[in-house]
């Protein structure tokens, strides 16, 4: 582990347990209510979490920029840590053939985008459940989604396997830095491109906006791609609101395509990072961000 690391400047980025685990869960979980093991987790799972660096981050956001007090900024860390866990859960209720029921706010962007014969490039961040999108939103044409290579395996073929029936292809980001020749493949193409853009992984390269009242460091390659190429963007984040609910938020951001590349790199993380703080006045325990983006820190 490196100093980065330590320190939580630095995102892990896989999945806990090894692979014996995630089949057990998955077959667990066909049999048993969901909840049962939800309450499992937060009185065996979460408690010893607590004493990780990401805990330290994720209170420092409730008392910083919550603006909570001490124990209320303890206990929405704690529920912060549980619907994680159980946002990992119900990825793997999913793998075994579980369904959620998912309403759609502003589907009608998504539509209009799909349909056309440009790329566009889709935007989430790390809140609520992304990868469910991924399983409700639905377009004729090809999704390219960008996920992390050093994922555990059980993970990625149980991706796969459901991906391949919804038109969705995985690209790993590699540090070779091979990753880019795919996405433009998929822009050429007239391909949906997915890419999270809340968290430094790949490239260290850097755009600085503010996000809660404090600037915030976020990747600068999804609005370079974006930019660079003219498209339009979509900001898509899929949220907790049950046990068996979520509910996918897709709104479109804008940048003046008629500005300096700097600039318009400038205003769409800028508009990123309004939607993503919209999100988070309605859903602020559903932020999993254990590691520091803020750059006064």
């Known amino acids: 582990m490196t100093k ?41 799972v979460i408690p010893p979490c607590m004493f990780l660096p990401g805990f330290r981050f994720i209170y420092r956001y409730f008392r910083e920029r919550r603006g909570m007090g001490r124990m209320k900024a303890f206990c929405s860390a704690y529920r912060n840590h549980c619907l994680f866990g ?15 029921r998912v309403d759609i706010d502003g589907g009608e962007y998504y539509d ?18 992304y990868e469910l ?4 939103l639905k377009a004729s044409k090809s ?14 073929e149980n991706r796969t396997k ?27 193409s007239g391909e949906i491109v997915s890419m999270p853009a809340d968290r430094m992984f790949g490239s260290q390269k850097s755009v600085v906006t503010s996000l809660l009242g404090a ?9 370079a791609v974006a930019t660079s190429h003219g498209l339009e963007v979509l900001a898509v984040n899929v949220m907790k609101r049950g046990a068996t609910r979520y509910k996918i938020y897709v709104r479109p951001l804008h940048y003046d395509r008629q500005a300096p590349r700097r600039v318009q790199t400038a205003q769409l993380a800028q508009a990123y990072a ?24």
Not at 146 to 152: A, C, I, N, Q, R
Not at 169 to 174: E, L, N
Not at 215 to 223: E, I
Not at 277 to 296: D, F, G, H, I, K
């Open 133 to 136: 999108a991924g399983y409700s």
């Open 274 to 297: 309004k939607e993503l703080e919209r999100v988070l006045e309605m859903y602020p325990t559903q932020w999993y961000n254990y590691y520091n983006v803020w750059c006064s820190e």
């Open 215 to 223: 600037p915030v460091r976020l990747p600068l390659g999804p609005f």
């Open 4 to 44: 980065q690391q330590r320190n939580g400047r630095k995102w892990a980025g896989t999945t806990y347990g090894n692979s014996l685990m995630h089949k057990w869960l998955v077959k667990l979980l066909r049999v048993i209510d969901i909840r049962i093991v939800y309450v499992f987790t937060a009185v065996f």
């Open 86 to 100: 159980q946002v990992v859960i119900d990825r793997f209720a999913i793998y075994g053939g579980k369904r959620f």
């Open 143 to 156: 999704i390219n989604a960008l996920v992390f290579d050093g994922e555990k395996q059980t993970v990625m």
């Open 162 to 188: 459901i991906f391949a029936d919804r038109n969705i292809r995985m690209i790993a980001v590699r540090e070779d830095m091979s990753h880019l020749y795919e996405i433009e493949r998929a822009i050429r």
């Open 112 to 129: 209009t985008l799909a349909s056309r014969e440009e790329a566009f490039i889709q935007l989430s961040a790390h809140v609520g459940n």
